[in-house]
């Protein structure tokens, strides 16, 4: 059967939240392991599932993850920024990821144009 947008879009979004519900808890090697299936993440796993350590130890494994939605991307960089993670280079805005969508225009606004320009040029960041 050719695809269709329930398969293509919903499918996997139905499986990877299957799949999620099986855990309460989210440690880093855990999220690291679900890969593209953290997409199910509820705000309310982000919330209260993963400790903020834990979160910062996997900021690399969750900005690899494409298909956020505003609401997950911006529930887990605020998480984030309250947890006392700081975007003071280029670098440690480009480890964000795909989760950069997740930045309010306020945080946006704060950066120095010279920590843009330095994530920009990092290959990380482009993809």
């Known amino acids: 059967a050719p695809p269709t947008f329930f398969s293509v879009c919903v499918g996997p979004f139905q499986v990877a939240s299957s799949l ?21 993440l509820s705000i309310s796993d982000i919330e209260n599932g993963i400790s903020d350590k834990d979160l910062e130890a996997s900021i690399p494994a969750l900005g690899e993850v494409r298909g956020w939605n505003t609401e997950q991307s911006s529930t887990i960089i605020n998480k984030l920024l309250r947890s006392g993670y700081q975007i003071l280079d280029g670098q440690s805005l480009a480890k964000l990821g795909s989760l950069v969508a997740g930045l309010n225009s306020s945080t946006l606004r704060s950066l120095s144009p010279e920590v843009i320009l330095e994530a920009i040029k990092l290959p990380e960041f482009v993809q």
């Open 20 to 40: 999620v519900r099986k855990f309460e808890h989210f440690p880093p090697a855990i999220l690291r392991a679900l890969g593209q299936a953290a997409v199910g």
